[in-house]
C-alpha cells in the first residue's frame, strides 16, 4: 500500500493532449514543459543545454514509487518492475528523439490496449500510458531543480523550497485555493501581478 506521499493522485504526468507536442511544433527540436502548478524561481538556462545523452525527455526521478508497485496499473502490458517513475512536472524535451522513437505511437498503442471509453478511464489511462511510453528513455536531472509537493506535504523545509530553481504545486492543495497549504502561499503570491485585469475580473485574493 502505499502512503500519502506516494499515492498516485500526487504523481505528475503528462495528459493526453500532450503527446501532440511533435506534430505542435514541427519546427522545433526542444522545448521545456512547465506545468500550470509550477514556480519558476530562477533561470532555466542550464536545463535547457542539458545533455540528455540520446534519451527523449530529461526529468525527476522519483524512486520511492517504482513500476512494481503499480502493477494493478498495467494490466497485460510488459514493464520493467525496478524502474522509478518520474514526475512530469518539468520536462526537458528533444522532440527529435521523440520523433525517432515515436513515442506518440506508442502511447496510442497503449491507450488502445488499456481500451479507454469513459471521460474516468480516459483520465485513469494517463498514468499507465505516460510512465510506459517513456520506460527506457528518461534521463534522470538532479532533484534539487524541482521541489514536489507544495500542494499535499505540510512537512517540506524552508531551505529547501529557497534553494530550488522550480516549485511543483503538485497535489490537491493549490495556492490559488483556500484549502492551499497557507505557509508556502508566500511563494506563488510573490509573482501576483496585482493590478492585472484578469487577476481583478478572477477575484483572485490569496
Known amino acids: 500500500m502505499l502512503n500519502t506521499l506516494t499515492r498516485t493522485e500526487y504523481i505528475s504526468m503528462f495528459g493526453h493532449s500532450l503527446f501532440l507536442l511533435p506534430e505542435l511544433f514541427t519546427n522545433l527540436k526542444r522545448v521545456i514543459v512547465l506545468e500550470d502548478d509550477t514556480i519558476v524561481q530562477r ?3 542550464l536545463l535547457w543545454n542539458l545533455d540528455l545523452k540520446g534519451k527523449v525527455i530529461g526529468a525527476v526521478q522519483f524512486c520511492r514509487v517504482r513500476f512494481g508497485q503499480l502493477r ?3 494490466p497485460d502490458l510488459p514493464y520493467n518492475s525496478s524502474s522509478c517513475i518520474w514526475m512530469s512536472g518539468v520536462s526537458i524535451i528533444d522532440l527529435d528523439e521523440w520523433r525517432e522513437h515515436d513515442v506518440t505511437g506508442i502511447h496510442h498503442q497503449i491507450l488502445e490496449k488499456l481500451r479507454p471509453d469513459t471521460e474516468a478511464s480516459w483520465r485513469s489511462a494517463a498514468l499507465p500510458a505516460g510512465l510506459l511510453a517513456f520506460q ?3 534521463h534522470p536531472i538532479e532533484g534539487q531543480w524541482v521541489q514536489f509537493g507544495l500542494g499535499h506535504d505540510y512537512g517540506l523545509a ?4 529557497k534553494k530550488a530553481a522550480i516549485l511543483h504545486y503538485n497535489g490537491n492543495m493549490k495556492p490559488w485555493l483556500e ?3 497557507h505557509r508556502y502561499r508566500k511563494y506563488w503570491k510573490r509573482y501576483l501581478p496585482r493590478d ?4 481583478m475580473d478572477c477575484n483572485v485574493n490569496p
Open 43 to 45: 533561470e532555466l538556462s
Open 72 to 74: 494493478a496499473y498495467f
Open 136 to 138: 527506457n528513455l528518461i
Open 158 to 161: 524552508h531551505g529547501a523550497i
Open 179 to 181: 484549502l492551499g497549504i
Open 196 to 199: 492585472d485585469v484578469f487577476m
